[in-house]
């Protein structure tokens, strides 16, 4: 066992965890108050038989190290420190693997070369024109620091030969993403960012991950802005300009400032609006809005693009909807950009804030603008552009409220264009089978398997009312085909045995079904083994009703072009599973 094992197998998360919240039993695990986010019911999970936690509220989750992470902001090796110290252990000297060694050594360079920017633009000559360019754009000295701005010499080698001679390797400086390197007789290295002003790009903790550069107004030449380049440690598309020092701000507020550049980023914190990042362009992605929903409920997008115009500006916001956000928007008005608006009117500026519209009632605002809505010519254009988007708000209250709103302006009947099958291309039969299918049906089956995961040993008879195809969610399903491929026989399985057969893929799958909160009541046997059985029915009921529909969808179209055989054919099977869901409907009042 190695010591990372070593430690691992000593530590219990419940007693660190107990060490910041009190926790609670709860059924079998312990609960608590969450302290990632603000909660007045504990949603916050902690298993002792799988040694993890979970949030459900805001999702945090995983094991001791990274609670300890997430709580106290240290990395791997100082978690390992305080942890051995803890249980006794005695380290020996740690190394992260090769890779762990590289990113640790590109991380040093970053710091380095930040130091050294950040040192030119507040105390060299070299700095004076990039320090009056921040004057003059309204940036005060305490935020160049807070920042950690920085300026990189107007030189092809200068910034490479300063890390060089600190003692890194022209093979480190280079996996950095700092310098490029020429090929050809002049062999060797060039600085990538040249007589530009710096932003380091830091992650969560506060390590330098990467570089924006900008030119300076008065020189020309290059791109605008360049990055570092995807590096171990850099990845574009997680970054979000100034989230370390915003962070705090964004979850004591509940709520995120997105802009687009890194200037209106600063000059919105400079005026005191703190709760902002800037997401360097329209196109939001994946990782940005997981950030941001890890950290809030609502996003307020001031960007200066015209967003109902902008196809990747409404993706974007599709993203952030889907992820269970609010999204409002904000109008600049005659402000070219959020910096501008905030440094010439900064009351203005807070009162927009305040009076930011939800977006989907921006999106019918400006398309009333823009169109001429008594005219058909007009309604057209309205119902085309909104329909689509509206249709796909992830919520039905919100989507109901909003196809209410544009049937108003389009002065129509709401039941005629609430249809949004149409706009999303699903074949779904009705509303109502719909919201069932989409989070309850889940919740139901991974309720069911969190069930059968309680006690010592896991039994083959469930397998005979449960196929792996009656359950809808594809990792319940994937989870129950490998459990039965375990648990051929009809006898018992010892549960330890078992988990430790299945694939190592379902890891935080079978956590998180440790973590599911079941009632104290069926951590009795018989109890559970009566829960189990209803649950386990309703699952194949629900399954047959799926199926149900999906034949009956499949007649409609045979019908439609007279495919008189295979109607009969599928009248068939319809008959024979409305049968079987008749007799275990049946079944089911005698269960229970
Ligand atoms: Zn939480």
């Not at 490479?160 to 996996?175: C, R």
């Not at 290059?222 to 850099?234: C, D, Q, R």
């Not at 009947?413 to 719909?434: A, F, G, Q, W």
């Not at 006898?491 to 430790?500: G, H, N, P, Q, Y």
């Amino acid at each position: 066992m190695d010591q990372v094992e070593e430690v691992k197998s000593k530590v219990d998360i419940v007693e660190v965890i107990s060490s910041y919240i009190p926790l609670k039993k709860a059924g079998r695990n312990m609960s608590g108050l969450c302290p990632f986010h603000a909660e007045k019911t504990p949603s916050f999970m902690v298993s002792a038989e799988r040694q993890v936690f979970k949030c459900f509220g805001c999702g945090e989750g995983g094991d001791v190290f990274t609670f300890l992470e997430k709580i106290e902001g240290w990395d791997f090796r100082e978690i390992l420190e305080e942890l051995a110290k803890r249980v006794g252990v005695k380290l020996k000297s740690y190394r992260g693997g090769d890779s762990g060694l590289q990113k640790e050594k590109i991380l040093a360079v970053n710091r380095v070369a930040a130091k050294f920017f950040s040192y030119l633009l507040l105390d060299h000559k070299l700095g004076g024109e990039v320090r009056k360019y921040l004057e003059r754009r309204g940036l005060k000295r305490a935020m160049w620091v807070k920042f950690g701005l920085g300026y990189a010499p107007n030189s092809w080698d200068r910034t490479f030969s300063v890390l060089n001679k600190k003692g890194f390797s022209p093979a480190d400086i280079a996996a950095s993403g700092l310098v490029v390197s020429r090929e050809g007789k002049d062999k060797g290295f060039y600085d990538r960012f040249r007589g530009r002003l710096m932003f380091p790009i830091f992650d969560a903790r506060g390590s330098v991950l990467g570089f924006s550069g900008r030119v300076l107004a008065s020189e020309g030449g290059g791109a605008k802005y360049i990055n570092s380049p995807e590096t171990l440690v850099f990845n574009k598309g997680s970054i979000l300009f100034g989230y370390f020092q915003s962070k705090d701000f964004i979850r004591e507020k509940n709520e995120t400032v997105l802009v687009e550049g890194e200037f209106d980023m600063l000059s919105l914190f400079a005026s005191g609006i703190k709760n902002v990042v800037a997401s360097k362009g329209t196109a939001l992605t994946d990782n940005q809005v997981k950030i941001i929903a890890r950290s809030c409920e609502s996003v307020v997008l001031c960007f200066d693009t015209d967003i109902a115009g902008d196809k990747a500006a409404r993706r974007g916001i599709e993203m952030l909807d889907a992820a269970g956000l609010i999204v409002k928007v904000v109008s600049l008005g005659k402000f070219k950009d959020p910096d501008e608006f905030v440094q010439r009117d900064p009351v203005g500026f807070k009162v927009a804030l305040k009076n930011a519209a939800n977006f989907y009632d921006f999106l019918i605002y400006s398309a009333k603008k823009r169109y001429d809505s008594s005219t058909v010519y007009g309604k057209k254009k309205i119902g085309q552009e909104l329909l689509p988007v509206v249709s796909k708000i992830s919520d039905e209250v919100v989507r109901a409220h909003y196809m209410g709103k544009i049937a108003g302006v389009l002065g129509v009947d709401p039941s005629l264009i609430d249809n949004s099958e149409k706009y999303n291309n699903e074949t779904v039969v009705n509303n109502s089978d719909r919201i069932d299918n989409a989070g309850r049906v889940e919740r139901l089956e991974k309720y069911f398997l969190a069930l059968y995961l309680v006690g010592d040993s896991l039994h083959h008879d469930f397998f005979k009312i449960l196929d792996k195809n009656n359950f809808e969610n594809s990792e319940c399903r994937a989870f129950w085909s490998a459990t039965h491929d375990i648990i051929k026989s009809p006898k018992a399985k010892f549960k330890r045995r078992v988990l430790e057969s299945l694939p190592k893929s379902f890891k935080t799958f079978i956590d998180d079904l440790y973590l599911l909160d079941i009632g104290a009541e069926f951590l009795d046997d018989e109890e559970r083994a009566g829960e189990m059985v209803r649950m386990a029915k309703r699952i194949r009921e629900l399954s047959l009703r799926r199926k149900l529909r999906e034949i009956s969808e499949l007649m409609r179209k045979a019908e439609q072009k007279e495919k008189s055989r295979e109607v009969v054919k599928l009248t068939k099977k319809f008959d024979e599973l409305s049968q079987a869901l008749k007799e275990g409907v049946q079944d089911d009042k005698k269960v229970t």
